[in-house]
């Protein structure tokens, strides 16, 4: 049975390989600290690409903010580690070229008949794994922005961290 | 270095060995690194030195990129080899050098954290497997060397 995320639900605790071929599950991906996770077609998509460079410009702040950001696509590992090498991503990528996830979430995209990729949903998420916003990038323009992300970031941060705001 | 934080470990370093409680200068590791299912004959490449002046700020820009390098490119390169990596603090602002280990021998004259100071590789059966960071974090959490530690 499928069941697409919502805001407010929880995503499962996904365990798949990462760029190097690590199996790696997703709690401890977010390691106690915010997570935005980015469910992408793959490297052949100009979208993917470009909105990718838009996250890798994010990562320079995400460094210092104790936050996450993690692309899980339908690439196996070995595209995946050329590709983000290519993009001078310092995230983390997870594989799921056999499929084991997309059509437990409902993600799938139905219109490419090719790749079977994920379509492409963003999601910000609490450690915990609660999801906080989702945002659907079947058009671009769908997709989370920097700003998008550095407001629900902030806004789960608070939400995590005690001392975020002064008392 | 009398109280350590949560989440760190002792290791010393005399310069030509590593140990938990023998001579040699004293840095704070991660302590997931010093586990209890340790690999016998890692590949340890130490990138650090005895001497106790010997260090920088985990600020100085340039232990900030070797953070974005290990992430970016040292890490991957290791692939499968890898058993874990830690970086070795002097107290809570201070960097001392880094720890890759490997259960293969590795191009270590890439090693990004040979940069500042030098490697010496060493065999040894002290460190556990620990999954490489995910990134992009590079800032420590609560003073613990880094990848280690969280809130």
Redesign the interface.
């Known amino acids: 049975m499928s069941v697409r995320p919502e805001a407010g639900g929880r995503l499962p605790d996904i365990e798949l390989p990462d760029h190097t071929g690590r199996r790696r599950k997703l709690s401890d991906v977010a390691a106690g600290d915010p997570l935005a996770l980015l469910f992408s077609r793959g490297w052949w998509c100009p979208k993917e690409q470009r909105h990718l460079r838009e996250m890798v410009a994010f990562q320079d702040e995400l460094e210092v903010a104790y936050a996450r950001l993690a692309v899980i696509s339908v690439d196996p590992p070995e595209v995946q580690a050329a590709f983000r090498a290519g993009l001078g991503a310092r995230f983390i990528f997870l594989s799921d070229a056999e499929r084991q996830w997309v059509e437990q979430l409902d993600l799938l995209e139905e219109t490419d008949t090719i790749h079977h990729p994920y379509r492409p949903t963003a999601m910000v998420l609490t450690p915990e794994l609660e999801i906080h916003r989702v945002y659907d990038g079947y058009w671009y323009l769908g997709r989370p922005s920097r700003e998008d992300l550095r407001r629900d970031l902030r806004e789960v941060s608070a939400l995590i961290r005690d001392d975020f705001e002064r008392s | 270095m009398n109280e350590l934080p949560a989440g760190a470990a002792k290791l010393r370093f005399d310069g030509e060995r590593l140990s938990l409680d023998g001579d040699g200068r004293m840095f704070q590791v991660d302590a997931r690194c010093l586990g209890d299912d340790p690999v016998a004959g890692a590949y340890a490449h130490v990138c650090a030195l005895a001497d106790l002046d010997a260090a920088l700020e985990y600020d100085h820009p340039e232990v900030q990129q070797v953070r ?1 390098d290990a ?3 040292w ?2 390169l290791l ?2 080899s890898l058993v874990c990596l830690t970086t070795l603090a002097l107290d809570e602002a201070r960097y001392g050098g880094a720890i890759a280990v490997t259960t293969e021998p590795a191009p270590w004259d890439s090693d990004p954290f040979a940069r500042i100071f030098p490697g010496t590789l060493l065999r040894s059966d002290l460190f556990s497997a620990v ?2 960071p ?6 420590r ?1 609560a003073g613990v060397a880094w990848p280690g530690g ?2």
């Open positions: 974005r992430l970016a490119w890490i991957p692939g499968d999954a490489p995910a990134g992009p974090v590079v800032e959490y969280s809130f």
